[in-house]
């Protein structure tokens, strides 16, 4: 039989190439700590890591959506929390109104501090949030929500509502319209329009004499009630919302542990083992060397 030198030479070769290239491969999985390092790898593994990748990229971006919508839902629970306080001390003010040894003057004085009150109201309606935009407007965030009239004030947002996806099947509201808080959704005003009611209720105590001042401190208290009643409505939907947001942080948090544990499973590497077989391909390829160099060292003559 004749053998080759060329073909001899070649097949050594090609087999320190093939055993050069297992070793610099366990090296790059043992620096990166990957299994896979190319989809070739493990397609099968692969495809699904993938896949489980792109499903944590969209927890991930719930988790901020969450995130968003808690610090807007937060300022606007806040702000109907100072509301609340504001309307109860109006209240209190128009029970205090009603005491008979009250002369014109006093009154008077009372409507200059329920102005105030009225003036600070239009502050929170038209509150904006942390980038600047009203908080009040509906979907016309970059629109001021009210502007003072003089009998009352005049709504200018939208009865859209701002939502944010912040679970896979749960579009969350994060405001409510200025509209439906502070004038019971109706655009002209009416009985539960805390504007209309408290600029009714200071230019009744601006009046002088008190044949009218029973009747309209009752209309002013029941109208008060009504209006109270839409911010708490609206201040309790923030609340249940910034509770429901609390549950999906803790689901969105499960899920982004169990995507991190099936990636774990599928990509990483198991050190024991590549550490056993990088040893391994270390002594397969100095005996290959050694061999290769000794039977490139024979002559031609050795195999005849």
Do not use: C, H, W
Not at 52 to 72: E, G, L, W
Not at 137 to 148: A, E, I, R
Not at 235 to 258: W, Y
């Amino acid at each position: 039989m004749r053998i080759s030198t060329q073909l001899m030479f070649e097949t050594g070769a090609n087999r320190l190439g093939e055993l050069q290239s297992r070793l610099q491969k366990t090296q790059e999985q043992i620096s990166s700590g990957r299994r896979i390092l190319s989809p070739s790898d493990d397609p099968v593994a692969a495809t699904r890591a993938l896949d489980i990748t792109q499903s944590q990229s969209i927890n991930k971006q719930y988790d901020v959506n969450r995130s968003y919508a808690k610090n807007t839902m937060s300022q606007v629970e806040g702000t109907l929390g100072g509301v609340t306080e504001l309307m109860q001390d109006v209240m209190d003010s128009i029970n205090s109104a009603a005491n008979a040894s009250l002369g014109d003057s006093e009154r008077s004085f009372m409507a200059t501090e329920l102005n105030g009150r009225l003036q600070q109201l239009l502050g929170y309606a038209n509150s904006r949030d942390s980038e600047g935009n009203f908080v009040f407007s509906g979907l016309k965030s970059t629109t001021q929500p009210f502007v003072q009239t003089a009998t009352g004030a005049t709504y200018q947002g939208d009865a859209g509502q701002q939502k944010l996806q912040v679970d896979a099947t749960r579009l969350m509201a994060t405001n409510t319209p200025g509209s439906i808080v502070f004038q019971g959704g109706l655009p002209s005003g009416g009985a539960s329009d805390v504007f209309k009611t408290l600029t009714d209720l200071v230019n009744l105590l601006n009046t002088p004499g008190t044949t009218n001042l029973a009747t309209g401190l009752a209309t002013a208290g029941a109208n008060m009630d009504l209006a109270l009643d839409n911010v708490l409505t609206a201040r309790a939907a923030m609340g249940t919302g910034l509770q429901e947001l609390d549950r999906l942080d803790d689901v969105g948090s499960d899920r982004a542990l169990q995507y991190s544990q099936l990636l774990s499973e599928l990509q990483d590497l198991d050190y024991t083992q590549a550490i056993t077989q990088l040893s391994q391909q270390q002594v397969m390829l100095e005996a290959a060397q050694k061999s290769f160099a000794k039977t490139s060292g024979l002559s031609l003559f050795n195999f005849i």
